[in-house]
């Protein structure tokens, strides 16, 4: 029986290579021969036991880009040797109300890859035809890869209100969301300031697009903002609650805070901050795997990439400690050819 290798979450912070079977996809879906995966902060679920039942065997990694090799009953669209991409949901059922209506972000039956499904840890994935994303030429495997999470986070996030040409809007934190935040509003036409802790990233945020920058540890970033005319949208990449306090007071009339960094803490707000202003707050998933299309699609017309860390598919535990530990500049990739 022909066998893979794969990276097993089990229990808390354990992560084991195995040998798996190789078994033939399920109907409705496709089995693809991962080139690389990016390693994402949401990739604590699995492998930190945040999940329904850590005793499980589940193989990590969201962010996957592979060759499709077969294709399972009732899939018509995609055929093997296709290029292909799988990201954090792994294809709507196309069925649930949701669904019905167009939504498919928030399919009731939709898979989340690598955290409640097996992902990318894997010389070999499983996929929703549904969740399929085609990787357009010119786009490598591992820059395609942060794209699909990171990447499409931010793309959507941007686009949650009517925003006109020109006007201020602002990406807190610069980190693996927030680098790619600051490109996409740079080449969306946007006036773009980046709100950061200190004066370290200044530079390379200038580099990637800002036009201003706030240092939050000095200033308050709402009051800077607000100097600087009110941001028409906020993207909050940060993991920290109280870092986006601050935030909806620098928004302009109608302006939005995007939340889309996931904080142990809760954000607080006063209720005059969102009545003056008619400010609101809203959180963004992810987008569609068609999104994500348009996604990959503006990123390689604009030059838009992300700035990783390449380590060898072998070495995914150190991999993933390196992105723990928050010293990774700014995505880690596992290369299965590496």
Same mark, same amino acid.
């Given at each position: ?9 089990t ?24 080139? @690389?995966?990016?390693?994402?902060h949401?990739?604590?679920?699995a492998?930190? %036991? ?21 294709v ?27 669904c ?7 399919? #009731?039956?939709?898979?989340?890859t ?35 999470? @990171? %990447?499409?986070?931010t793309f $959507? ?5 009517p925003? #006109? ?10 980190g ?6 600051l ?13 950061? #802790? ?6 390379y945020a200038?580099?990637? %697009? ?13 009051a ?8 028409? $949208?906020?993207v ?12 909806v007071?620098g ?26 202003g ?23 017309a ?11 598919f072998t ?24």
């Amino acid at each position: 029986m022909p066998t893979y290798r794969a990276f097993e979450a089990t229990g808390v912070h354990n992560l084991q290579l195995v040998e798996r079977e190789l078994s033939d996809p399920a109907p409705g879906q496709v089995r693809l021969r991962v080139a @690389a995966c990016g390693v994402c902060h949401t990739d604590v679920l699995a492998v930190e %036991g945040l999940r329904g039942d850590p005793s499980r065997p589940l193989v990590p990694g969201h962010e996957i880009v592979g060759v499709i090799d077969a294709v399972g009953a009732g899939v018509t669209a995609w055929q093997p040797g296709d290029r292909v991409g799988v990201g954090f949901l792994n294809g709507q059922c196309g069925e649930c109300e949701p669904c019905r209506r167009g939504d498919f972000v928030n399919c #009731r039956n939709q898979e989340q890859t690598g955290t409640t499904i097996d992902g990318g840890y894997a010389e070999v994935a499983y996929a929703r035809a549904s969740g399929l994303v085609r990787i357009p030429d010119g786009l490598s495997a591992i820059d395609a890869a942060p794209l699909l999470c @990171a %990447g499409l986070t931010t793309f $959507v996030a941007l686009q949650q209100g009517p925003t #006109r040409a020109g006007a201020l809007v602002a990406v807190q934190g610069i980190g693996g969301l927030g680098h790619l935040a600051l490109q996409y509003a740079r080449r969306l036409g946007y006036r773009v300031a980046a709100v950061a #802790r200190g004066t370290q990233k200044e530079a390379y945020a200038r580099q990637l %697009g800002a036009h201003e920058y706030i240092d939050s540890s000095s200033t308050d970033p709402g009051a800077a903002l607000s100097a600087l005319g009110g941001a028409s $949208v906020i993207v909050a990449t940060a993991s920290s609650g109280a870092s986006m306090d601050p935030l909806v007071r620098g928004l302009a009339p109608n302006g939005k805070l995007v939340v889309v960094g996931a904080a142990p803490d809760p954000l607080t707000v006063s209720t005059p901050d969102l009545i003056f202003g008619t400010h609101s707050i809203v959180g963004s998933l992810t987008g569609s795997s068609v999104e994500n299309e348009d996604n990959l699609a503006f990123s390689l017309a604009h030059d838009i990439r992300p700035s990783v860390e390449v380590m060898p598919f072998t070495q995914a535990l150190a991999a993933y400690e390196r992105m723990l530990s928050g010293e990774a500049r700014f995505r880690v990739v596992l290369d299965m050819a590496a």
